[in-house]
């Protein structure tokens, strides 16, 4: 169990004039300015859970995690997992923790991969049984036996997270922090990948908490969606109740050989007056008519359309979750 | 020291090494090149001396002596406190935020990680080849007591260095940057410390004594073997202060560290 209790970090940042005269006058009455990145955050994360964390750019994400992972102090409020917290027990805390960060490595970059899973069984100690174990059964998961004697260096970015990623579970966390895993993969990869999570978190019940900008990692892997902004919780729920608070969103798509049908589609924006709810694009003969069927029903919107023109063909599409996401990032929504 | 810790030890020591032999050629040069640095400046003090025979007192052999314990404890202290030197790119590189993210001491992962077993090497050589060239004919009696002293000196003079350096790191917690302020303070004050310290004036001996004291890494101990004329200028018991001002400095400079990790940005 995981408890975020209106967490909240902030920035000192000095104010420099420009020039000498400022740096100077910086050296002995430095001017501050502080900045709260992280406002006031709070949820809960029960065991085995996966939970997607998502936010725009500069949302407070990553202080976020590296409070929870207890790599920064909170300004104030407290994050706590099965009791124990960061700041008052590091070294406990850690131990219940994993952590992968996508853009960066806990590999011995130089060595061969092996060498980085013996001196992580030492700084962890792992007893040799258990290591030999768990080796095993990461290797079944996460598939490293090809690459374990090649140095880290010479790794494909695919393989590298692999074994980033069995580095993490080495000591058998409850909890697994996963920042941007899939960065940078192939498809084919970033679905190996998603599979391996899924498989380690059914398998040992381990709880994820998962940053991403790769929304599809979300859709296939979380249960759960904690959305922040501006460093406070804007949504937090399940992908099918932030489907149906947001994503009344459908998308009509017209097939028309008739270039005066599609004319006459682009004046549907004009329908009721919330028209900025109504986006229509235009690809050769498709016509893309996108709303939100909260305020205007689908069936209202087809009668409308089709009394006016006539089509070739027509289908009805639900709103995907990048769709919602992109517009909640843009406040269109909520 | 309990046994878990040893074998983290020699976890950390066997990647080092084997890092380190990734490059061997690369670790060549650079310890040669360290090795070439030090040694054309102990030639600098060779050729003083030879114009003025003695300073204050010092012959050429006893300046070698004095020598020999600046660089031996300081072959010590980068084996175990260079990553303190190199704290801003730890910082910048995320190698900072994966040792708080591991279930063991910070102090303890930085020291054995960092330990930089090559560079520690050439300054190791130095300081055996100046001992030997100079321990049995500047009139030290070895026997049990002056061995003794001269162990405790060799790790008070490293932790007093690392101290300094330890200290000095802290400011990075609030500035990002790396003014190179240290390694001028640090650098400055080694290589005064060549020579005896009764030389130079009022200023840079209180700074050497109080502030960065380099006496007591090098100059104060070999008075104690070597009881030189000059030590008439100082108290007594400045001879025997070196592990005190080791234990209180490192014990300052730790605190400030921790006290100032809370102010870390990442």
Request: hydrophobic share 45%; aromatic share 14%.
């Amino acid at each position: 169990m995981i408890e975020v209790n209106n967490l909240r970090k902030e920035f000192k940042k000095t104010i420099k004039d420009p020039g000498l005269k400022g740096s100077i006058k910086s050296l002995f009455h430095p001017k501050t300015e502080t900045i709260a990145a992280v406002k006031d955050i709070s949820f809960e994360i029960a065991d085995g859970e996966i939970l997607g964390f998502i936010g725009p750019n500069g949302a407070g994400k990553s202080t976020v995690i590296k409070m929870l992972t207890g790599i920064l102090t909170p300004t104030s409020g407290t994050c706590t997992i099965n009791g124990k917290n960061p700041t008052h027990n590091r070294k406990n805390y850690v131990r219940e923790i994993g952590v992968v960060f996508g853009q960066r490595t806990q590999l011995w970059w130089d060595l061969p991969l092996r060498e980085t899973y013996g001196v992580l069984k030492e700084i962890y100690e792992v007893p040799d049984d258990k290591f030999k174990e768990r080796m095993e059964f990461l290797n079944e998961v996460l598939e490293l036996e090809d690459f374990i004697t090649s140095p880290v260096r010479t790794l494909s970015l695919g393989q590298r997270m692999r074994a980033d990623i069995a580095a993490s579970l080495l000591h058998s966390p409850k909890v697994l922090f996963l920042d941007e895993p899939t960065i940078g993969l192939d498809v084919v990869v970033k679905h190996n990948i998603r599979n391996a999570i899924e498989y380690i978190n059914k398998k040992e019940k381990t709880t994820v908490i998962l940053t991403t900008h790769d929304l599809a990692d979300i859709e296939m892997l979380a249960n759960r969606i904690v959305m922040i902004d501006k460093g406070s919780n804007v949504f937090d729920g399940t992908i099918s109740e932030l489907k149906s608070k947001y994503g009344q969103i459908r998308e009509l798509n017209f097939d028309t050989s008739d270039a005066k049908a599609r004319e006459k589609l682009a004046y549907v924006k004009q329908f009721k007056t919330k028209k900025e709810d109504i986006i229509v694009e235009q690809e050769g003969n498709m016509v893309k008519v996108r709303f939100d069927s909260s305020i205007v029903p689908v069936s209202e919107m087809l009668s409308y359309t089709l009394g006016k023109i006539k089509v070739n063909d027509i289908s009805v599409k639900d709103a995907d979750i990048e769709e919602i996401i992109a517009r909640l990032y843009k406040h269109e929504v909520g | 020291m309990s046994m878990d810790l040893i074998q983290l030890f020699k976890a950390y020591a066997k990647t080092g090494i084997k890092t380190r032999f990734q490059y061997h050629l690369d670790s060549f040069l650079l310890s040669l090149a360290v090795f070439v640095r030090e040694a054309s400046s102990i030639f600098g003090v060779y050729f003083l001396l030879l114009k003025f025979d003695t300073l204050n007192d010092w012959n050429i052999k006893e300046i070698f002596f004095m020598f020999s314990i600046l660089s031996a404890t300081y072959s010590l202290f980068i084996m175990f406190f260079m990553v303190f030197r190199d704290f801003p790119d730890w910082i910048k590189h995320g190698d900072f935020d994966r040792i708080l993210l591991r279930p063991r001491g910070i102090f303890v992962q930085m020291i054995l990680n960092g330990a930089d077993w090559v560079a520690a090497l050439s300054h190791g050589c130095i300081s055996i080849l100046m001992f030997i060239l100079s321990a049995n004919s500047v009139g030290i009696r070895w026997n049990a007591g002056s061995i003794f002293y001269y162990l405790v000196t060799m790790i008070s003079g490293t932790v007093i260095q690392g101290a300094i350096f330890v200290f000095f790191s802290a400011f990075n917690f609030y500035f990002s940057k790396n003014h190179g302020i240290k390694e001028f303070v640090f650098w400055k004050s080694r290589r005064f410390a060549t020579f005896p310290v009764s030389i130079y004036g009022g200023v840079v001996q209180n700074i050497l004594m109080f502030v960065i004291p380099f006496a007591f890494v090098n100059y104060f101990p070999a008075q104690y073997l070597l009881r030189k004329s000059d030590m008439a200028a100082y108290p007594e018991y400045y001879m025997y202060l070196s592990p005190v001002i080791a234990i209180v400095g490192f014990t300052l400079a730790y605190v400030f560290w921790r006290f100032s990790l809370r102010y870390y940005q990442s």
